[in-house]
Every structure is written in C-alpha cells, then in structure tokens.
C-alpha cells in the first residue's frame, strides 16, 4: 500500500508541475480567431518557449481594459515590443511598412468586413500588439492596448480537439 501511495503522490506533482510549468489545454470561448481556431476547439499551450514572434498565437491573461472578458484570451501576434504599429481598416503597417500576414487566412463573412483603424502607436517594452484573425468581429489590441510580457501565459502549438472529436493541427 505505501508502495502504491508513494507512485500516486509523485504521479500527481509530476502532472500538477507540468499543467503549471510546461503544457496546458486551453478551450477557445469565442470566434474572434476564426477560421484558424474555431469555438470549442482545445489547444495545448506551451508555456517553456518564451520568445515570440509576429504571427504567434498566444494565450494570455485578459487585459483590465476588456471588462466582462473571459479570465484568458486567445489572439495573435502583429507587432513586437519598440516597433510603431499603425494600419487602414483591412491593413496593418510596421514601423511604415506594409505587414505580410502569410499565417491569416482568406477571410470571408464577417471576418471580411472593414475592421476598426489601428492608430500609430509605438509598443512599450515588453508588451505586444495582439489581433484577432476575425478581424471584423475582434476585440483586440485595438480596442483596449498592448498586452504585457508578464501577462502572456504561453504560445498555441496545436488544436487537439475540434467539432467534438480528435483532430490534431500543428502550428
């Protein structure tokens, strides 16, 4: 019996540290990333990779700003920390330069129609400008600001779940 409770006990820390540390599924509340992450898709999240790039998608704690928001949020990367982001209802510019999205996928319905004008704005040190891929229907960085280095749980790496059943994509 002492046997068999010592391999619970250390089976049990072994994955509370790794839910905590390293790897977590997340369930996606909302259509704000469609089509690349659909509601009710599960992603797992790696929270060990610390450097983010444009095009990330990441999970992240949900910003003061975004009242009655759920507890976290799923967005993509546009713009990193010390670059000037600005951009027209359909196009985001970096430091003046137009940004090539080659992970956005065609949009169509909703998701197409003309999104809220980004104005120029230079990113604080350790924040991130973070958008939607619904660009139509996303409340993002546009709405309420940057997103803090401090508050980013971790990046998506794959959809493990869609439609109610298995289904495994990788980023």
Request: net charge negative; proline share 11%; charged share 15%.
């Amino acid at each position: 019996m002492v046997e068999w409770a010592v391999v619970l006990v250390v089976a049990l820390v072994v994955a509370l540290s790794v839910r905590a540390y390293v790897i977590q599924t997340y369930y996606i509340p909302s259509p704000s990333m469609t089509p690349t992450l659909q509601p009710g898709d599960r992603v797992l999240v790696d929270k060990l990779d610390g450097a983010i790039h444009p095009g990330d998608i990441v999970v992240f704690h949900d910003p003061p700003a975004d009242v009655g928001g759920p507890p976290t949020l799923v967005k993509r990367v546009v713009g990193l920390p010390g670059q000037t982001i600005s951009g027209t209802a359909s196009h985001v510019y970096i430091d003046g330069r137009l940004l090539p999205e080659p992970w956005l996928p065609a949009l169509k319905g909703v998701c197409a129609t003309p999104s809220r004008a980004i104005t120029p704005t230079r990113i604080a040190p350790d924040h991130y400008f973070v958008m939607g891929d619904c660009r139509g229907d996303s409340d993002d960085s546009r709405y309420w600001g940057t997103v803090p280095a401090s508050d980013i749980v971790g990046k998506v790496d794959v959809i493990i779940w869609r439609h109610g059943h298995p289904w495994i994509h990788w980023f």
